[in-house]
């Protein structure tokens, strides 16, 4: 009989490291496709530079996340059932905007935001929501779920980002969203950003539901002095 040589920590953490960052390319080359399919092909992707700053962004995204690692365990006990299309729709609205508003600007339909400043402007807003998204998740780390679920070991948060809004992950995802469109210049996407809207809004409600099930008042409390999306000053 052979003996199974143990894997150290480390080893196992590296091998968990690399294949986050193996996702996170396979996502970007995702990414390069769909808008390479939009704009005509890799010479015009590569042509048009708030398409390659986007990549950018998504890629460093992708990295950053693989790198941090924030979410490590899931054992809820207590969660909402959500139907398996709602998923599929928040997964998939935020990668089809893209590349829907970027064939818009191909074929020059709805170009309402074809301006080189408002384009730039939605690449940064692309960038900052992001950036607000992975925040959110570090801050949360094993709390945080793609379901709406609480964790076995979960006290509620009410510091950095969440201080002043209740959802800030949310808020990111969306902002990411609506920036991709204004980066690409057509209003052929905003559709798709609408629906991904009212899908956040359907599932904060689901989740306040939970949370205030779970915390009571202290969550009642927090409310009062959060705002949901917009930040309460």
Excluded: N
Excluded at 33 to 40: E, Q, S
Excluded at 41 to 66: E, K, M, S
Excluded at 164 to 184: E, I, K, N, W
Aim: include cysteine; proline fraction near 6%.
């Amino acid at each position: 009989m052979t003996e199974s040589i143990p894997v150290p920590p480390a080893a196992r953490a590296a091998g968990r490291v690399a294949r986050a960052l193996a996702g996170a390319v396979a996502v970007t080359a995702l990414d390069v496709v769909l808008l390479a399919l939009a704009l005509g092909g890799f010479v015009a992707l590569l042509a048009t530079p708030r398409a390659v700053a986007l990549l950018a962004v998504w890629l460093a995204g992708g990295v950053a996340l693989a790198l941090l690692r924030p979410v490590r365990t899931h054992d809820p006990v207590e969660h909402d059932k959500e139907r398996g299309l709602d998923l599929v729709a928040l997964l998939v609205l935020p990668v089809a905007t893209p590349p829907v508003a970027a064939a818009g600007a191909r074929f020059g339909i709805l170009p309402w935001f074809a301006h080189p400043v408002v384009g730039w402007l939605g690449v940064a807003l692309v960038a900052i929501g992001l950036g607000s998204r992975i925040a959110a998740m570090t801050r949360l780390g094993s709390r945080f779920s793609p379901l709406v679920a609480v964790q076995r070991v979960h006290h509620l948060e009410t510091g950095g980002l969440y201080a002043r809004v209740r959802h800030p992950g949310y808020l990111g995802s969306l902002t990411a969203c609506a920036g991709a469109m204004l980066a690409l210049g057509s209003a052929l996407a905003l559709p798709l950003l609408i629906a991904f809207a009212m899908l956040l809004r359907a599932r904060i409600e689901r989740e306040e539901a939970l949370l205030e099930h779970h915390f009571g008042d202290e969550y009642r409390a927090y409310r009062q002095r959060t705002g949901a999306l917009i930040p309460k000053f």
